[in-house]
């Protein structure tokens, strides 16, 4: 999917958006807002470069624009396997650009993820999934690591793991499953630059993914074990 397209169809105000080794940065007109916009295009693997680069922007816009919407535009293969970047510490770098949308947020910027193409592995984790909503476009792919590659690393047949896939969205890849689970709170179609609008307008003060998880029925435990801890917490703190 190409991005000048989903940015039209997304910002119809107008927008400043530039592409440079697959790194996307710039602001956009959402409604009456300004939107500062940053993410991968290309099904870019994310090295220390781009890591570096997106946290880069998103730290200038704590500093230069306080309480900017951040939209964070994802297509990506997940990190780049490069002897360079596994020497270089690229598990580091991935989390250094968690880390700085988690102080965007803690500031005030309200953080929204759109996988419009891939989003596979350390590079949704750190992208999308780290944003205070993710939303997806009906055609995009999500997953964390194939089948066949699954099945390699954990030596369970790709049979059983296709067979748990049918009816476990853990397993399977695709956004709905995702949509399942809560990690994407909705898939959009139509008319995006509303659909955007409106999800910056309604974006939640708290965290829902486990919720949606569990109403939906893809995440069954995530919601009770969170309210057990606070439980735990309140009777320790009386």
């Known amino acids: 999917m190409d991005w000048n397209t989903i940015a039209s169809a997304l910002f119809p105000r107008g927008h400043d958006i530039t592409e440079r080794d697959l790194f996307l940065s710039g602001t956009a007109q959402v409604g ?5 916009v940053v993410g991968t295009t290309g099904h870019a693997p994310i090295g220390v470069e781009i890591a570096l680069a997106q946290a880069r922007f998103i730290l200038q816009t704590v500093r230069e624009h306080p ?3 951040i939209l964070i535009l994802v297509d990506t293969v997940g990190q780049r396997l490069r002897h360079r970047d596994e020497m270089l510490g ?3 770098y991935m989390a250094h650009l968690g880390k700085c949308v988690e102080l965007a947020r803690r500031q005030g910027h309200p953080v929204l993820g759109l996988v419009y193409d891939q989003a596979l592995s350390g590079g949704f984790i750190t992208s999308g999934l780290m944003a205070d909503a993710c939303y997806a476009l009906p055609d995009s792919t999500i997953r ?3 089948l066949p590659a699954m099945a390699r690393i954990t030596k369970v047949p790709e049979e ?3 067979e748990l896939a049918a009816s476990n969205p853990v397993f399977a890849p695709g956004p709905e499953n995702y949509l399942r689970m809560g990690g994407v709170r909705e898939i959009w179609q139509g008319e995006l630059g509303a659909q955007l609008e409106a999800a910056l307008a309604e974006l939640a003060p708290v965290d829902e993914r486990a919720a949606l998880g569990l109403a939906r029925g893809g995440r069954k435990f995530a919601q009770p074990v969170i309210e057990a801890i ?3 917490r309140d009777v320790l703190a009386s």
């Open 32 to 36: 009456e807002t300004r939107v500062a």
């Open 67 to 69: 309480g900017r919407p």
């Open 90 to 92: 690229i598990n580091s």
């Open 144 to 146: 964390v690591m194939g």
């Open 160 to 162: 059983r793991l296709t």
């Open 230 to 232: 606070m439980a735990g």
